[in-house]
T-cell receptor, first 113, second 110 residues
Framework: NAGVTQTPKFQVLKTGQSMTLQCAQDMNHEYMSWYRQDPGMGLRLIHY???????DQGEVPNGYNVSRSTTEDFPLRLLSAAPSQTSVYFC????????????FGQGTRLTVV | GENVEQHPSTLSVQEGDSAVIKCTYS??????FPWYKQELGKRPQLIID?????GEKKDQRIAVTLNKTAKHFSLHITETQPEDSAVYFCAANDGNQFYFGTGTSLTVIP
């Protein structure tokens, strides 16, 4: 198993540009989530999904969109990048009910200039 | 929603000493409490977890305790080693999502 695969690892965007961060898992996990990690603020939930076709907002959803058309994939879209979105982004997945252990992707370091 | 607070934010210990990190949570519906270790530039990795029907769990030098009544849980690392130096995060899961603490940067001084 590859686990949780997240791409790209690094990205620099100009303000106003859009992009998609990719996340895929091959563990047949129902639950998938996106977090951003900023110094001193831990991991903050952006969006999450409890299964294909179902998504919901987390703590900091503004400026981001997600979709979950398959169990395996959960892309995160930045619609119009802003410097405040400079952060490290992590995707995570877990089985869900009765087995919550979360597995993280390698992270994406995004800089918006 | 759930609120998880973690203390201290930084912790330095001598090699061989014990380290304790504490977290509190607010939502009694939370029933799963993992601890993650994150080394510099790496992804968070699970080191130990505990469910709400258990008061204590141990795995070699690492232990976690949970007090449901007081809504707090703690990570205990004994006989610390330099390779234990990292950022540690606690979290609470309410059945849908994780709520993370803000992290503790642990430094083990050789």
């Amino acid at each position: 198993n590859a686990g949780v695969t997240q791409t790209p690892k690094f990205q620099v965007l100009k303000t106003g540009q859009s992009m998609t961060l990719q996340c895929a898992q091959d563990m047949n996990h129902e639950y998938m989530s996106w977090y951003r990690q900023d110094p001193g603020m831990g991991l903050r939930l952006i969006h999450y999904s409890v299964g294909a076709g179902i998504t919901d907002q987390g703590e900091v959803p503004n400026g981001y969109n997600v979709s979950r058309s398959t169990t395996e994939d959960f892309p995160l879209r930045l619609l119009s990048a802003a410097p405040s979105q400079t952060s490290v982004y992590f995707c995570a997945s877990s089985y869900g009910t009765d087995n919550y252990e979360a597995f993280f992707g390698q992270g994406t370091r995004l800089t918006v200039v | 929603g759930e609120n998880v607070e973690q203390h201290p934010s930084t912790l330095s210990v001598q090699e061989g000493d014990s380290a304790v990190i504490k977290c509190t949570y607010s939502d009694s519906a939370s029933n799963y409490f993992p601890w993650y270790k994150q080394e510099l530039g790496k992804r968070p990795q699970l080191i130990i977890d505990i469910r709400s029907n258990v008061g204590e769990k141990k795995d070699q030098r690492i232990a976690v305790t949970l007090n449901k009544t007081a809504k707090h849980f703690s990570l205990h690392i004994t006989e610390t080693q330099p390779e234990d130096s990292a950022v540690y995060f606690c979290a609470a899961n309410d059945g849908n999502q994780f709520y993370f603490g803000t992290g503790t940067s642990l430094t083990v001084i050789p």
